[in-house]
C-alpha cells in the first residue's frame, strides 16, 4: 500500500511511483523482490539484512548514497505480554518506505493510514511525515507508562498491608524486566532520530530538522520516565526486603522472649529434678502448690518486665 501526497491524498500502486511526489507506503519483502527495490534503489545488500532479521534489539543506522535505512523494533507497552512488531525503514528524497517484517495484527500499515489522513496536504514535508508516523506509534506510551506507575503504586500498598505474597519478588523482577526492554526501545529510537538530526548524507532540510528535534525530545521524556520507574521498582524491591527482615526480626524476638522466660522454669524444674534424700521440699505438702506459684510469678514479673522495656 502506497499513498502519493499532492493536491490531494492518492493510493498508487508501486509500478505508479512518482520519485518527484512525496510518498510512503508499507511494503513486503515478496513486493521488494519483485521490482520494487530496483525502481526504488533498494539495494540487495538490504534485502539480505532484511531477511537474516537479527535477534538483537538494537540495529545500527545506515545512512549512506542518498538513502537512510534502519531495522526499527516497534514495542506495544500497554499490555501485559511484550508483543513487538519489526519493520524495516527505508528513506530517500520523497519517498518513506516501511518493510513490514513482522507485524501480525496489521497495526504498521494502520498507523500509516491514521498518519496520512492527519497531515496538512498544504504543508507536509517528508520530515514531517517521519515525525508525525513516528509520533502516532508513541502516541499512548504516556498513559501507558502512567499506569505501570499505578501497578508500582499497588506494589507498595502491598509491602504496607502485608499482603506481598510468595510471588511478589517474581512480579517486581519481572516488570523490572519489561521497563528495562521499554527503555531499550527508546534507545532504540533516539539512535534513530540521532543520525536524521546528522543528516550525514544531506538527505533532509536544513530547515525541517526541528521536526526530528521536537520528535526526539518526546521520545527522551519517555525514556526517562521509563527509567524513573525501573529506579522506582529499586526501592519497591529494597522495601519488600526491609520488611521480610522486619518480620524475621519480629519472629527471632518473640522467640528470644519465650527462650528467656523459660530459661528460670528450666532452672527451677533443673533444681527439683535433683532426688538427693535431704531435700526438705521433697517431704513437704505445700511443695508442689509453691513451685507451681513460684512459676507463674516468674512468667508474669517476666512478661511485666518485657512489656516495660517494650519488648512485647
Known amino acids: ?35 520494487l527495490a530496483a525502481r526504488v534503489g533498494f539495494g540487495a545488500g538490504l534485502i539480505e539484512e532484511c531477511e537474516r532479521a537479527p535477534e538483537r534489539f538494537r540495529s545500527a543506522v545506515d545512512m549512506a548514497d542518498g538513502h537512510l535505512f534502519a531495522i526499527v523494533s516497534v514495542r506495544e507497552i500497554s499490555g501485559d505480554h511484550d508483543a513487538r512488531d519489526r519493520v524495516g525503514l527505508f528513506v530517500k528524497k520523497n519517498l518513506m518506505l516501511i518493510v513490514s517484517l513482522l ?37 499512548s506510551d504516556g498513559s501507558d507508562l502512567e499506569r505501570f506507575d499505578h501497578r508500582i503504586s499497588g506494589l507498595e500498598e502491598r ?63 519517555l525514556s526517562a520516565n521509563a527509567q524513573l520507574l525501573r529506579d522506582s521498582l529499586v526501592q519497591v524491591r529494597e522495601a519488600y526486603m526491609a520488611a521480610l527482615d522486619y518480620d524475621a526480626n519480629r519472629i527471632m524476638k518473640v522467640f528470644t522472649v519465650v527462650t528467656t522466660i523459660f530459661l528460670p522454669l528450666t532452672l527451677i524444674v533443673g533444681w527439683y529434678g535433683m532426688n538427693f534424700k535431704y531435700m526438705p521440699e521433697l517431704t513437704s505438702r505445700f511443695g508442689y502448690p509453691v513451685v507451681i506459684v513460684l512459676s507463674v510469678l516468674v512468667v508474669i514479673l517476666s512478661l511485666l518486665f518485657f512489656k516495660k522495656r517494650r519488648l512485647l
Do not use: W
Open 1 to 35: 500500500m502506497l499513498y502519493e501526497f499532492s493536491d490531494t491524498l492518492n493510493c498508487i500502486e508501486p509500478e505508479r511511483l512518482d520519485e518527484s511526489r512525496l510518498t510512503a507506503g508499507v511494503v513486503t519483502l515478496d513486493a521488494l523482490k519483485s521490482g
Open 159 to 221: 509491602i504496607e498491608n502485608n499482603t506481598t505474597g510468595k510471588h511478589f519478588n517474581s512480579e517486581v523482577l519481572a516488570l523490572r524486566r519489561r521497563l528495562l526492554a521499554i527503555r531499550n526501545y527508546y534507545e532504540q529510537l533516539l539512535d534513530l532520530f540521532d543520525a536524521m538530526l546528522e543528516n550525514e548524507a544531506d538527505l533532509f532540510s536544513t530547515e525541517q530538522l526541528y521536526h526530528f528535534r521536537s520528535a526526539r525530545d518526546k521520545i527522551v521524556r
Open 103 to 139: 507485524d501480525d495484527d496489521g497495526s504498521i500499515l494502520l498507523s500509516l493510514e491514521e498518519t496520512a489522513k492527519r497531515l496538512n496536504l498544504k504543508t507536509i514535508s517528508l520530515e514531517r511525515l517521519i515525525c508525525v508516523f513516528f509520533e502516532r506509534l508513541l502516541s
